[in-house]
Each structure stands twice: as C-alpha cells, then as structure tokens.
T-cell receptor, first 113, second 111 residues
Framework: AQSVAQPEDQVNVAEGNPLTVKCTYS??????LFWYVQYPNRGLQFLLK??????LVKGSYGFEAEFNKSQTSFHLKKPSALVSDSALYFC???????????FGAGTTVTVRA | SAVISQKPSRDICQRGTSLTIQCQVD?????MFWYRQQPGQSLTLIAT?????????ESGFVIDKFPISRPNLTFSTLTVSNMSPEDSSIYLC????????FGQGTRLTVV
C-alpha cells in the first residue's frame, strides 16, 4: 500500500518570502515522488520528481524539493514566492514497480502581494 | 513528455443519462489512467486502461458504472453511466512515462 500526507490544508506567505509545502509518504518499495500544481479550471501540471540520485531536485518555475528518506518526506520549496504561485499543490507517490499514483489531499497556497 | 487532449472540457448533464469522455495522446503509450477529482478533494484513481485488455478498476469503481474503452495506443474513453448528482466531479485522464501527464480534465455537473 502507498499513501501521501500533506499536513497543511493551506499555506499563506507574503510575496518574496520563502515558500514550503510539506509532504510525507509511505510506500513499500522504492519511492517515486512527484509534485503537481493545479490552477483554477486547469488540469494538473508537473513540477518536479524524485526517482533516484541527488536528494535535492529542481523543477519548473523555480521550485525545488528535498527527498529525505529517514523522515519519509518530500517537501516542496521556493526561495522567493510570487503572487502567481497561488494555486493548489499536490504531492504524489508511486512504487517504482507500479505506475499507479497516490495523491495527497492537496495544499492551497496563497501568496499575498 | 506527452500532450493529452481531453474532451469535452465541461458538460452539464441530466441525471440518469450517460456521458462519454475522450482522451487522445500525441504518442503511443501502454498504460492510460482515469482519475476522479470530487469537489474540493484530491484525485482518486478509477481504473487503468491497457490496450488490448480489460480495464483494471480500483476498489469502489465498477465497469457497469464506468465502462472504459482502449481501442489503440493513443486513445481511450471513459463513460459515466446512469449519472446522479454524486457523479459531479472533474474527470482526468493520464499517461505515465517517467512522470504522469494529465489532460485538462472534464468538469461534469449532473443536475
């Protein structure tokens, strides 16, 4: 079985401040971890992934995420948030042997000007 | 990457009717997936569709309610049958390469 927890329903930050969206996961095999963003009335857009290699992965729009195996976490970060980053963010996991994704509940990010 | 075209983008349907959602991919893929996103909720996998075989449904989803076709490696359809207001959701198709790519979704409202 696999699962994802996003402990915060909402994250509010001021523009220019650092942004962190938390994610922890559980998976029986090797974790493949993903972050997606959903803007209103839009589909899911891929931000970044961790499969293997460096624990710090960089993705689209200046986002990065750090894989921490001991804490089973994969937090999304952005050093300086923009108002346009306001959206719904989903963390997802799959076992390396399977393509089915399990999603977290989502975190709504609001960046105020 | 993969580009996925999904249609319709939205629809309003009468209860008791059925709606078929189409998903077209710009490249050949072995597996396609259908997800449901209920209002204010996360995504839940409905089924996995492989070309040439019956779709595999997740717990809580059945073929009679959500029949799926997969006639070739670039196309799939999901039908939502005998709709009720509880079926009002966004339905998304997805393909998985290294990462999953999603269509824009079909926003379904059942009245």
């Amino acid at each position: 079985a696999q699962s994802v927890a996003q402990p915060e329903d909402q994250v509010n930050v001021a523009e220019g401040n650092p942004l962190t969206v938390k994610c922890t996961y559980s998976v029986s095999g090797n974790p493949y971890l993903f972050w997606y963003v959903q803007y209103p009335n839009r589909g899911l857009q891929f931000l970044l992934k961790y499969i293997t290699g460096d624990n710090l992965v960089k993705g689209s729009y200046g986002f990065e995420a750090e894989f921490n195996k001991s804490q089973t976490s994969f937090h999304l970060k952005k050093p300086s948030a923009l108002v346009s980053d306001s959206a719904l963010y989903f963390c997802a996991v799959r076992d390396g042997n399977d393509y089915k994704l399990s999603f977290g509940a989502g975190t709504t990010v609001t960046v105020r000007a | 990457s993969a580009v996925i075209s999904q249609k319709p983008s939205r629809d309003i349907c009468q209860r008791g009717t059925s709606l078929t959602i189409q998903c077209q991919v710009d490249s050949q893929v072995t597996m396609m997936f259908w997800y449901r996103q209920q209002p204010g909720q996360s995504l839940t996998l409905i089924a996995t569709a492989n070309q040439g075989s019956e779709a595999t449904y997740e717990s809580g989803f059945v073929i009679d309610k959500f029949p799926i076709s997969r006639p070739n490696l670039t196309f799939s359809t999901l039908t939502v049958s005998n709709m009720s207001p509880e079926d009002s959701s966004i339905y998304l198709c997805s393909v998985a390469v290294a990462e999953a790519f999603f269509g824009q979704g079909t926003r379904l409202t059942v009245v």
